[in-house]
């Protein structure tokens, strides 16, 4: 089981830090990716980690502005959020898989994330 805390309504040029904690499994032998989803629109990914420490973006809009981490000790990813824009609004989840490619074994059910002024 996966579960996503940090979400909350912040202002435009704000940032976030969003948890996934395990509960379940190690996340060291999973790559762990973070996604999101807006009303209206299909869920999209953002960026995973993958078991080595490498990193895949998924998302052109979010370079630069938002950062993955893993700390496998506290068996916690997390997604570092600055800049954030309205367009980032969506409710942000996190899904864990064998490789950034496949993040789909397990889920976790997600927090929302609100930009507005």
């Known amino acids: 089981q996966l579960v996503e805390a940090g979400g909350g309504l912040v202002q435009p040029g704000g940032s976030l830090r969003l948890s996934c904690v395990a509960s379940?499994?190690?996340?060291?032998?999973?790559?762990i990716g973070w996604f999101r989803q807006a009303p209206g629109k299909r869920r999209e990914g953002v960026l995973c980690t993958g078991t080595g420490g490498s990193i895949t973006n998924y998302l052109d809009a979010v370079k630069g502005r938002f950062t993955i981490s893993r700390d496998n000790a506290k068996n916690t990813v997390y997604l570092q959020m600055n800049s954030l824009e309205p367009e980032d609004t969506a409710v942000y989840s996190c899904?864990?898989?064998?490789?950034?490619?496949?993040?789909?074994?397990?889920w976790g059910r997600g927090t929302q994330v609100t930009v507005s002024s």
């Open positions: 899904g864990a898989g064998p490789d950034c490619g496949k993040v789909h074994k397990y």
């Open positions: 379940d499994f190690s996340v060291r032998q999973y790559a």
